[in-house]
């Protein structure tokens, strides 16, 4: 069986969509790229300031509430329709729960073919790329680089904290079935 | 049964996604907002430039070949099944193909309480807010404004020309079961 | 002598950048456009949450500090000088001081053609786009609307509530000399 | 005499804009920061793909006219007067001309302190990180790589190669005076 869904998980600023665009141009057939922010983007504005939304703090800490949990369940059910109906989907994700995270996904990705990517960075080099972007809650680099990794397993996993995004994508790309 | 997918069609510059973000204001639950634009964004960048994906010529021509097609008919898939596992969604679109766009939303959407909404503004004025935006391929808005409701049957329709968004997504919002 | 500078003053989301994209678009000749919110852009991040800075309070109010003050009297003098040097500029502010703000652009911009614009829009209209843009901070729009324009003189202005903003352009480009 | 512009001249994708705000976070006196770019967005539409204006090929060739040429000498003489005002600059550009746009700046800035930063970053590396963006015409990020310094004289050279942005910043921030 081929690989249907890519899941790449890391904390913010590590990485993930660039490595997400890295493997929509390396690999052979065309994949979708979704991901986290896009279903905030996705949300009323009221629930992006709302602790029964999604919460950002002023020092990089982010909560989620039961509004946010149900749609983001609602997101996962349809994303895995989506692959059933014949689309491969890239996943870029903030495990917040770690495993607990990875199981919602397990649940929903139920029968497909998953391939599980941890991508790391360290907390430091992440800080310093938060600055680069400009456009993040400064602290949320440092606070994510290693708890969203907690308890959870992969079938490969990049660090990008020496090694180019591109270099990454195509190392994952060599695992996909 | 109360209404659990909102379809606003119309063309470029018509003002769809700004009453999107109307309708999620007004209406009292938590909608998800999601477009034809979120597709393309989410598909690799060679499709964007592609006759098998979709391809924007300079004079505001949009045309769209089989591997777009497939991707799309696994979106509207996904998008049900979000709305199914309990997500309310406000899908905004442009049905190039007219009536033909429609059939293949009704199908994926089958079973569910849809609200059909018809966008409209007059070319001229829609040309113009093309300018005012900045980001479109000019041409797109007038040649759009027209086709894109050629036979397509709605159950509101409002005209953005001489109303502004937010009364035209109070009077969507009174529609809504 | 014909005119070397557009100042457009107005509130949050009266439509001014989309005026300024017009008339870039109907003019003849070649005019840059630049506005407050380039200025804002350009200043260090720490600046754009601070005191000394510029401040965005959560109920749309927006208060500026000494810092900013002086990179503002800097950046104006750049754009006088700017014009002095040959290039047309359409400037965009937000008169939060009302006739001080206007003296500060004068003295800045003496001995250049100035045609002076206000860019009205009533509050409540405003407001509703200022939803519809989403990025901005709820309430700035109606705070604004009227304060801006107190004891400024203009030579000509425009009311986006009813009219279009590539309308309101061609009237202002009717008034350059 | 104390540092009153940083100009940083390096290809498309090499990282000059992400120093540049680096450069913000680190230095303790607040300063602006503006580049080539900005220079672009501030432009007619018109100008963006004319080749009397700037002209993006499909290949990654740049290629610049003299309606161009006109505005960006203005520009630069309004950068020098922001300066000579008080305000400290970062300037960040594509010196396309090598030797020749180095001259055309150091005219401009004459009488100013100017730190020139050479940013530096393999071909290859660059064109990986031109698909990471996403949004650049790919193909510019080889072309530029090496052209740019052609002739140019640096105060200090940063290569983004292997190093990252934040740790080039501190470097150059230790040779502001």
Known sequence: MSTQVIVLNGGSSSGKS??????QAVLPE????????????SMPASLKTSPAGIDFAPDGGVSVGPRFRALEAAWMTG????VRAGARIIVDDVFLGGAASQERWRQALDGLDVLWVG???EGEVAEGREIVRGDR?????????EIVH???VYD????????ESLVCARAIAARVA
Chains 1, 2, 3, 4 share one sequence.
Not at 18 to 23: E, K, N, Q, S
Request: proline share 4%; glycine share 8%; with cysteine.
């Open 150 to 152: 907690k308890g959870v």
């Open 79 to 82: 994303i895995a329709a989506t």
């Open 30 to 41: 065309p994949w979708l790229s979704v991901g986290i922010d896009s279903l905030v983007d």
């Open 119 to 121: 991508v790391r960075c």
């Open 156 to 163: 490969f996993e990049v660090d990008t904290t020496r090694t």
């Open 18 to 23: 660039g490595i997400a665009r890295c493997l």
């Open 137 to 145: 809650v400064p602290g949320m680099a440092a606070e994510q680089a």
